[in-house]
Every structure is written in C-alpha cells, then in structure tokens.
C-alpha cells in the first residue's frame, strides 16, 4: 500500500471557451503527493485552480488528461472506490431546507452505499455539536450551525481523506476553534486532511506540509518549517524614548518611520545581525523603551512566491478574501 493519501500526475484541465471566447486552462500538469496521516495544506490566489482541482478529486469535474490516485484507488480504474476514500466540506452552504441535520445524514449515507447498520449520523452529530439541532429543519439553522453540518455530511461514509474548502469563512471565533478541536482529534485517529483556506495563519499552525498553486501550476510544495525558511527577511520594531528626528544608518537595514512614532528597521539576518541592527539605532542618539523582533510568516512566503503575478485575471476560483483576521488580500 502506497504511503500516499493522493497522487496526482501531470493533472490538466482546460475549460472550453463560450461565445467565442478561447479555452481557458485551469491546471497545467500538476503533480502532487499528499501523505497520509497529514494536514496538508493547499494555496493559491483567486483564480489558482484550488476549485478545479478539489472538483476533480471529488468526481465532480473530469480532467482533461493526467493521473489521480486516492488512497491507492486509481480515479479511473475504480472511480467508486476513490470516490468513497474522500469527503469534501464545500465551501458554498449548498443544503437542503426541508431535511433535518440527522436526515441529511442518513440521505448522504445512503447515497454513498453504507448499509443502516454501519451509519453514525448520532455521534456524528454530537461531533460537530448539533445533538440539540438533529431534528429541527435546516432553514433554521444558523450559518454557522450549516457549516457544522456540512462537516458532518463530509464524513458520513468514514473517509480517509477530508477535504476542508475554506471551512472558516464567515464563521465566528468559538465555532473556528471547535472546527480545529474536531480536526485534529480526526487526524489523530488517522484522517488525512486537506486544507485550503485565505487565512495563512490557520495554515501555518495547522499544517505540516503546504503547497501553493498559481495559475494552474504547483509553484511551490514542502514542510512548512522550509518554507517559512525561505525567507531570510527580519524586522525590529523600538518604541523610543522621544521622537525620532534622524534615522538610523546602516548597511543592510532599512529604517521607516510609523505613524505611532515607532521605529520599524528590516534586514536580513544573514547579512546583518541585530547587535549592528541595534548599534546603527544607539550611533542615531535614539534610548529605546521596547523593542521586539519579527520574523517572516507565511503571508510573506506566498506573497513572495505569487506576487509577480497575481495582476493576471481569476481562472476559476470564486472565493474573496475574508474579513476577521490577518489574511492576503488577493
């Protein structure tokens, strides 16, 4: 048995063009490898091709040429088999009205095959805390109760593979904090997870390994350990003592002023230390109150990595920055 949760190889898809317009090719001969067991986090701007190529895991968009494999089961030997290997919590609130969370459950479970006996909807229920909402209608649900239940969907056949599209768009801070308790108690018992979401910081905490995607093309793929060493970049931020009238000088180090009159200096830690950092700031007659030192996260690699062209227009991704917390606006 392979070690990986999901193997793509050289994944294309390309999009026929409407009412004249040309065809537009959404991924570009990806490769890919998930390992199992992982939070694995997938990047990419508006427009990346993140959409396509969950849709196409999903069985829901045919590629165009290429290779999928999903927890061993080729997507088009056994495209039952790879199927049943995956759940997907959507990022659109697609549910039905009239059904009840347990009924959605117990339709869901009936769709993927899993016979009466083998179905959980309660404790799947009591997973994702609406034991109290199983039977009231889903148009009384609130949005984030929806969201809730549409992790519970994702897992009614026992995947091994989740995958999460922007699970904590819009959602307020307690239901993002059970989200990520749920999470991890699935990963621990052994539940590969996929993540794609706006918000870095989620997947920099979350996520043992990231891979960016721009423009239909993997740009990136590694720990997320490396790719925050990727940047050499640091930035000490004093609180003075007065206001600054001069500007410290020093080679390497790039000094700005804040509108709160704190001192912002940048460098790079491999040609310049923060002893000469704070030498070149004690030469410019500066006392300092506080300082603190800040090193790149991951809203630095990815802006690194697809800002040469991110001006270029949205391939098929229809999701927008979100509003609460630090994120990239794309």
């Keep these: 048995m392979s070690d990986a949760a999901i193997r793509i190889e050289g994944l294309c898809k390309t999009y026929r063009g409407s009412k004249g317009e040309p065809e537009k090719q959404a991924l570009k001969g990806i490769d890919l490898t998930v390992p199992k067991g992982s939070v694995f986090g997938l990047l990419g701007p508006n427009g990346a091709g993140k959409s396509t190529l969950i849709n196409i895991l999903a069985g829901l968009v045919v590629k165009s040429s290429g290779r999928v494999s999903i927890w061993g ?97 819009g959602v307020d801070i307690e239901l993002r904090q059970m989200l990520w308790t749920n999470i991890r108690k699935l990963n621990e018992q052994g539940m590969t997870i996929i993540l794609t979401t706006h918000y870095l910081e989620e997947a920099q905490e979350m996520c043992g390994e990231i891979a960016i995607i721009n423009h239909g093309e993997k740009i990136a793929q590694d720990s997320t350990a490396n790719l925050l060493g990727r940047m050499d970049s640091r930035t000490m931020v004093i609180v003075p003592d007065s206001p600054v009238t001069v500007l ?51 809203e630095d690699v990815f802006l690194a990595l697809t800002s040469s062209r991110t001006d270029d227009p949205p391939a098929d991704d229809q999701d927008r920055p979100r509003r609460g917390m630090h994120r990239v606006k794309l």
Excluded: W
């Excluded at 009591?126 to 992790?151: F, H, Q």
């Excluded at 390497?252 to 940048?266: E, N, Y």
């Excluded at 700031?281 to 300092?288: G, M, P, S």
């Design 73 to 169: 089961f080729d997507q088009d030997q056994y495209p039952r088999q790879s199927r049943s290997a995956i759940g997907v919590m959507p990022q659109e609130l697609n549910l039905d009205p009239f059904f009840t969370p347990r009924g959605a459950l117990e339709v869901q479970a009936g769709l993927y095959g899993v016979p009466k006996s083998e179905r959980h909807s309660d404790e799947i229920l009591e997973l994702v805390g609406l034991s109290d909402k199983a039977d009231v209608y889903a148009r009384t649900l609130s949005g984030g109760m929806r969201r809730r239940l549409l992790l519970a969907k994702a897992l009614v056949h026992h995947p091994k593979v989740l995958v999460l599209d922007e699970p904590t768009a």
């Design 248 to 298: 410290p000088a020093a080679e390497g180090v790039k000094p700005a002023l804040r509108d709160d009159g704190c001192l912002v200096l940048h460098y790079h830690n491999a040609q310049t230390t923060a002893e000469q950092v704070l030498e070149s700031v004690r030469a410019a007659n500066i006392r300092i109150r506080d300082v603190r030192t800040e090193e790149a996260d991951l």
